[in-house]
C-alpha cells in the first residue's frame, strides 16, 4: 500500500507528471541545483540527473558537496526518497523534493526528522506537466510542499509558507 491515495489519474499515468518549468527555474535560482535524482531521458531538469535505469535511490547522487539535488519523486512511494535525500544530506549533499501537501502519511513524519525545512505552498495547486502532452493540467487534487534537506543539516525543521504565485514570479524578478 503506498502513502498517496486519492489520485484521478490512471495508475500507469499516475509517476509521470512533470515539475511545472517556472517553479523548477524560480528553485534553481535560489539552489543552483547540480542533479535531478529522479528523472527519466524525457523529462530530466538538469544536464546531469538519474533514471530509473540509474537509479537515484540505489547510487550516490554524483555531485559536488555542499550542492544540491532536485527530486520530484514518484507520489506512488515517496518514502524511500524521503531517506535517500536524509541520507544524502548527511554526506554533504542537499535535496529540494516536491511532494504532496499531506502531513498525515508516514513518509512526512519521517522527513521532518532530518530535513531542515518545509515550505507549504499557498494560493492555489500547481499545475503539472502531462508528460504525453507537454501541456501544463490544472485539477491537481492536493496542494505541494516542498521538503529541503541542507548540507550536514544539524538544526530542527523550519516550517514556512509561501504563496504560488509570489513563488512563480520570483523566476522574472530573478532575471
Known sequence: MTDFTGSNTPPEHRDKWR??????KALDNEFHFAIDVAASDDNHLCEQYHTEKSCGLS???DAPAMSYAWCNPPYSNIKPWVEKASQQAKQGI???????QDQSVGWFKQA????AEVRI???????????ATGLPVKGNNKGSQLLIWRP????????????????????????
Open 121 to 131: 505552498i499557498t494560493g492555489g495547486r500547481l499545475a503539472f506537466i502531462n508528460a
Open 94 to 100: 542537499g535535496c529540494v523534493m516536491l511532494v504532496p
Open 19 to 24: 515539475t511545472p518549468h517556472t517553479l523548477f
Open 59 to 61: 547510487a550516490n547522487w
Open 112 to 115: 521532518i526528522r532530518h530535513c
Open 152 to 175: 550536514f543539516n544539524v538544526y530542527p525543521v523550519n516550517t514556512c509558507y509561501v504563496d504560488r504565485d509570489k513563488l512563480l514570479a520570483s523566476l522574472s524578478h530573478a532575471a
